[in-house]
T-cell receptor
Framework: GAVVSQHPSRVICKSGTSVKIECRSLDFQATTMFWYRQFPKQSLMLMATSNEGSKATYEQGVEKDKFLINHASLTLSTLTVTSAHPEDSSFYIC????????????FGPGTRLTVT | QKEVEQNSGPLSVPEGAIASLNCTYSDRGSQSFFWYRQYSGKSPELIMSIYSNGDKEDGRFTAQLNKASQYVSLLIRDSQPSDSATYLCAVNGNSGGSNYKLTFGKGTLLTMNP
């Protein structure tokens, strides 16, 4: 149980284009979904928190107009990196949590984005 | 500012021995505590959760929580080469009606001595 998928697993795009990453909870309904970014050999950095049907809450320093988050249902959240630049190249990981279970977070396998 | 502290390591343990990973946290109101394992290039995987003082065992893993000392640890018995990874301690504050974000430590790198 508690499986989270992400698609795509790897994407290469040109500078200036936009990329959409999907995160799905496959066998449970997620109260909340989270989006993280991780640079090589660095810690996880929380970018934003999203609840189904409401606007995402972004962490300080994360540009909400650049990283668009849509949480359309209890099993699907998307992150769109708009006008991507090489410095946006990173490992993007989503997680999903369920209330009533100590708010354990289950992570997707991640999406490796490379912007050329 | 909520903080979770871990020794970055690397912690080198002989194969078959017990690995002991430690974590301290600053928010005394924290309610939930988690250990994640992250292999290089992969996403974190939840391996243990603990909510009350004492020990919790699951297979070769034992989590220990001491809220008075604001301390949580993970013991791995009979360490195997597959245990070589970075172990992340995470704490959930469960305060103020927030979205129950996790605060992560920077992780401890565990490696096996052959």
């Amino acid at each position: 149980g508690a499986v989270v998928s992400q698609h795509p697993s790897r994407v290469i795009c040109k500078s200036g284009t936009s990329v959409k990453i999907e995160c799905r909870s496959l066998d449970f309904q997620a109260t909340t979904m989270f989006w993280y970014r991780q640079f090589p050999k660095q810690s996880l950095m929380l970018m934003a928190t999203s609840n189904e049907g409401s606007k995402a809450t972004y962490e300080q320093g994360v540009e909400k107009d650049k990283f668009l988050i849509n949480h359309a249902s209890l099993t699907l959240s998307t992150l769109t990196v708009t006008s991507a630049h090489p410095e946006d190249s990173s490992f993007y990981i989503c997680s999903a949590s369920v209330s009533g279970q100590g708010y354990e977070q289950y992570f997707g396998p991640g999406t490796r984005l490379t912007v050329t | 500012q909520k903080e979770v502290e871990q020794n970055s390591g690397p912690l080198s343990v002989p194969e078959g021995a017990i690995a002991s990973l430690n974590c301290t946290y600053s928010d005394r109101g924290s309610q939930s505590f988690f250990w994640y394992r992250q292999y290089s290039g992969k996403s974190p995987e939840l391996i243990m959760s603990i909510y009350s003082n004492g020990d919790k065992e699951d297979g070769r893993f034992t989590a220990q929580l001491n809220k008075a000392s604001q301390y949580v640890s993970l013991l791995i018995r009979d360490s195997q080469p597959s245990d070589s990874a970075t172990y992340l301690c995470a704490v959930n504050g469960n305060s103020g009606g927030s979205n129950y974000k996790l605060t992560f430590g920077k992780g401890t790198l565990l490696t096996m001595n052959p």
